[in-house]
């Protein structure tokens, strides 16, 4: 698969880190150009730099600002091609101190904002465009603290099958991919130690079938399928990108 995406013009928000970064910098290998978004501004332009990609600073919880996002990107590039809904956030807390906040915040980018981001940028995309959703094993694992998360990643995997069956008369596809563990800045953002962390995922690394854990550039490569012509048959369905953890629970 080489410049499978050539002539294609691709949004991928919260691409300034983590899976959103290495799947532009794939995107951009096969021939694609390429528009990141994300909340901080020097940390979208400094992506956005090292990558050659363009760069629109844009909140995926703020309405106003994803309207301001789809006017930018239709002034410079009129309609695209593929849009990767990436942007998210993970905040472990176990029921019983689940507050108000950490249940919007989740909930306001990882699914309203998810679902608004399609909707918006609905007359801008191409006939034949892809639409790639990135959610987690969580929306069917049932591990501690995770309530939250996993709730807004369930109900956007079902957003997922519903926009696929109503979009498939207009020639849009729209998957998931659903990563287990995959080494990224995520949990540096938790509040977590850097003790914490190594321990966690050590934790986790022994529930893992194939003893390690998954690599951005990985997931990159499975979204950049679904994102090419090569997956042109594919819609409403889930690709689970994990080293076998959801075989025996989490
Ligand atoms: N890593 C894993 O193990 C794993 C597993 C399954 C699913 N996922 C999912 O993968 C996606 C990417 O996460 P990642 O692991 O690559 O983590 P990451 O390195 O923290 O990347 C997340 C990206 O989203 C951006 N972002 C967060 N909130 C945003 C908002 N409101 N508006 C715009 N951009 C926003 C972040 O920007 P900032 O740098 O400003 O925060 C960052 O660029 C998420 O949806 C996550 O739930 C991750």
């Not at 472990?92 to 981001?117: C, R, V």
Request: proline share 2%; no cysteine.
């Amino acid at each position: 698969m080489s410049n499978s995406l050539t002539g294609k013009i691709a949004v991928i928000t919260g691409g300034n880190s983590g899976i959103g970064y290495a799947t532009a910098e794939e995107f951009l290998k096969q021939g694609a150009k390429v528009i990141i978004t994300g909340r901080n501004t020097e940390k979208v332009e400094k992506a956005a730099k090292e990558l050659g990609a363009e760069g629109i600073v844009a909140d995926q919880a703020n309405l106003s600002h994803l309207d301001s996002l789809v006017e930018k990107v239709k002034k410079a590039h009129g309609k695209i091609d593929i849009l990767f809904v990436n942007a998210g956030v993970f905040f472990p807390t176990p029921l019983g101190q689940i507050s108000e906040e950490l249940y919007e915040t989740q909930m306001n980018i990882n699914l309203k904002g998810a679902i608004f981001t399609l909707q918006k940028f609905l007359p801008i995309l191409n006939e034949g465009a892809s639409v790639i959703n990135l959610s987690s094993i969580n929306a069917y694992t049932g591990s501690a603290g995770t309530a939250i998360y996993a709730a807004t990643k369930a109900a956007l995997n079902s957003f997922t099958r519903t926009a696929a069956a109503e979009l498939a008369s207009k020639n849009i596809r729209v998957n998931a991919v659903n990563p287990g563990l995959t080494e990224t800045p995520i949990f540096e953002k938790v509040g977590m130690s850097d003790e914490q962390v190594e321990g966690f995922k050590a934790s986790m690394v022994s529930n893992i079938p194939l003893k390690r854990i998954g690599t951005s550039e990985g997931v990159a490569k499975l979204v950049t399928f679904l994102a090419s012509d090569d997956a042109s048959y594919i819609t409403g369905s889930e690709y689970t990108i994990d080293g076998g953890m959801t075989l025996i629970g989490a």
